[in-house]
């Protein structure tokens, strides 16, 4: 588990952060935050540098599009979804949870 302070989480993009020795990769979607997996499903290759657009997260590699709602893939090159870790949000701190 490791908590971060909500300002360290971009209003629009993503940031990689450390949770016990394993980067992950937050975001907002809405007023939601949300702590993934940083490796793309597509060919396991990171995501840092993804973008984050109208509620979906494009990989900067071959431009695979997931839904941020659900972690579901968006696009015809692979089937998997993002893997999504628990996130509680309290006040100004973001807990999250592997
Ligand atoms: S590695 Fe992400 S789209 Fe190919």
Same mark, same amino acid.
């Given at each position: 588990?490791?908590?971060?302070?909500?300002?360290?989480?971009?209003?629009?993009?993503?940031?990689?952060?450390?949770?016990?020795?394993?980067?992950?990769?937050?975001?907002?979607?809405?007023?939601?935050?949300?702590?993934?997996?940083?490796?793309?499903?597509?060919?396991?290759? #990171? =995501? $840092?540098?993804? /973008?984050?657009?109208?509620?979906?997260?494009? !990989? +900067?590699?071959?431009?695979?599009?997931? #839904? =941020? $709602?659900?972690? /579901?893939?968006?696009?015809?090159?692979?089937? !998997? +979804?993002?893997?999504?870790?628990?996130?509680?949000?309290?006040?100004?701190?973001?807990?999250?949870?592997?």
């Amino acid at each position: 588990m490791a908590t971060i302070p909500l300002s360290q989480i971009p209003e629009s993009g993503a940031s990689i952060i450390e949770v016990e020795g394993k980067r992950v990769l937050v975001c907002r979607n809405g007023n939601a935050v949300l702590a993934m997996d940083e490796t793309c499903p597509h060919q396991d290759l #990171s =995501l $840092e540098g993804a /973008r984050v657009r109208r509620g979906s997260l494009f !990989c +900067p590699h071959h431009g695979a599009r997931f #839904s =941020l $709602e659900d972690g /579901r893939s968006l696009s015809p090159m692979t089937d !998997c +979804p993002l893997k999504f870790y628990p996130v509680a949000v309290s006040g100004e701190e973001v807990e999250i949870t592997l």
